[in-house]
Structure formats: C-alpha cells, structure tokens
C-alpha cells in the first residue's frame, strides 16, 4: 500500500478530531474529508489488489 495515501487519511482523520474538538467542524468540511478518506482508501484498494472497490461489498452498519 502507498505510504503516501496512509499518510493522508491519517492526517484527514485528525483534521476531523481536530476541528471537532475546537467546536470548528462543519458539516460541509467533514463530509469533505471523510469524502476524502473513502476515495483515498478506495484507491489504496486498487493499487493494493488491482482491482477497483467493489460497491456491493460495502454495507451500512446494523442498528443495534
């Protein structure tokens, strides 16, 4: 997996701890970067298996 790509969904994901403990976290920019997480582990995936993301494996979660 690129190293790169890790590097930045770890840094997407403290940018969203970040803001959110700073009262700073919009709506707009976490859904921005968790949009950011998915499309830069989606293509981790690819260059991973050298196959794109299957939509169908993805599931939302049980409610409990």
């Known amino acids: 997996m690129n ?3 890790i590097m930045q969904i770890a840094q997407l994901a403290l ?3 970040s803001n959110a403990l700073h009262g700073t976290q919009t709506t ?6 968790l949009l950011q ?5 989606a293509q981790a ?3 991973q298996t050298g ?6 494996l993805l599931h ?3 409610t409990v």
Do not use: F, H, M, R
């Open 45 to 47: 995936y690819q260059q």
């Open 37 to 41: 997480i998915l499309q830069n582990g």
């Open 60 to 62: 939302a979660e049980t």
């Open 28 to 33: 707009a920019s976490a859904t921005a970067a």
């Open 3 to 5: 190293l790169s790509l």
């Open 15 to 17: 940018s969203l701890v």
């Open 51 to 56: 196959l794109p993301l299957d939509p169908s």
